[in-house]
């Protein structure tokens, strides 16, 4: 093998894995002022150092980049083609460098924030407005999914943070509870039952029931159809629906009742009537969660926009 050439290929390898910021830098500056002298200063460095690294550039590239005399200093036409590409490569070092920063302080990246439909119908909204604003470079996917859903997805590292209802969900994961909500009953307007201030639960035994989903809502449903068993039915569901705003609408056109959160939201509908049930309904927990041993900035910027809105939501 001895005495044989290298090929072109290995030596253009060894000069890029060779090559270091330094010297790029050093070029750029020589090129740009055609002096050694005023590169050397605008550098910080001293002239003879400075004629080595570019001596040892072109050693390690295999070409020639400047022309010297004791008066002058000019790129040869390699080095003319070079240098806009190594300018290139000093910004995309800047702007890397830049991005890694801003990733680090959580100011850049991607967010994956799981929901039901309670937290899109309240709490999320504000969040998320709040949350955009003050980090607009963050990335945010929203993925609608049931809470046992995103309790899992969260404990698989596959989501970053759920919003999602029942505390029984959550053990061994770091949470905020966002709200506790007690089941009122809805009523169409109209209905036998719109006249009284509380309704009594076995009042509804025979009363066809609108319901959410069961494959989304399962958690949900478990709660309500607890209630209801304690006092002896189970809702005879006439129709489920995948969404809040779908429910309360079915309600309204008068195909059933249904039990659900005191969302403020329902209250300004005309077209269906809240009442309180009269024995005392268990508490619907909402909460955000995530894994207490996810470490991402962007998350912790994202736990904290959501304790302030939770704090004082009257400021979004």
């Known amino acids: ?74 790129l040869t036409p390699t080095g003319a083609s070079f240098l806009a590409e190594a300018r290139e490569m000093l910004e995309h070092l800047t702007a890397a460098i830049r991005n890694a920063q801003r990733f680090e302080s959580g100011e850049l990246g991607t967010l994956n924030v799981g929901f039901n439909d309670f937290a899109i119908n309240d709490a999320l909204p504000p ?47 770091s949470h905020q509870v966002l709200r506790k909500e007690r089941l009122v009953c809805l009523l ?14 076995a009042s509804l035994a025979n009363e066809p029931f609108v319901t959410g989903a069961s494959a989304g809502w399962q958690s949900f449903l478990d709660v309500v159809n607890a209630y209801c068993m304690a006092a002896g039915f189970l809702p005879r569901v006439a129709q489920e629906a995948s969404h809040s705003d779908s429910i309360v609408n079915l309600v309204a056109a008068g195909m059933g009742v249904s039990i659900y959160i005191d969302a403020a939201w329902v209250k300004e509908r005309r077209d269906v009537v809240m009442r309180p049930l009269a024995e005392k309904p268990p508490i619907v927990v909402s909460v955000a969660a995530w ?26």
């Open 1 to 74: 093998m001895q005495g044989r050439l290298m090929p072109l290929g290995h030596l253009y390898k060894l000069a890029a894995m060779s090559i270091e910021i330094r010297h790029l830098r050093a070029f750029v500056a020589v090129a740009e002022d055609l002096n050694f002298r005023r590169a050397a200063e605008r550098l910080n460095l001293a002239q003879p150092a400075l004629s080595r690294t570019i001596r040892d550039m072109e050693s390690l590239m295999g070409v020639t980049l400047f022309e010297r005399s004791t008066r002058s200093v000019k």
């Open 127 to 173: 969040i998320i407005m709040r949350f955009r604003s003050r980090y607009p470079d963050i990335s945010v996917n929203l993925r609608s999914m049931s809470s046992p859903e995103m309790a899992d997805a969260i404990r698989k590292r596959r989501l970053d943070i759920g919003f999602l209802t029942g505390a029984h969900l959550v053990g061994g994961l």
């Open 188 to 201: 169409p307007k109209g209905h036998r039952l719109a006249n009284q201030k509380s309704i009594a639960i």
């Open 291 to 316: 894994h207490p041993d996810l470490k991402s900035r962007i998350l912790e910027n994202f736990v904290t926009v959501t304790r302030e809105v939770v704090a004082d939501p009257s400021q979004d």
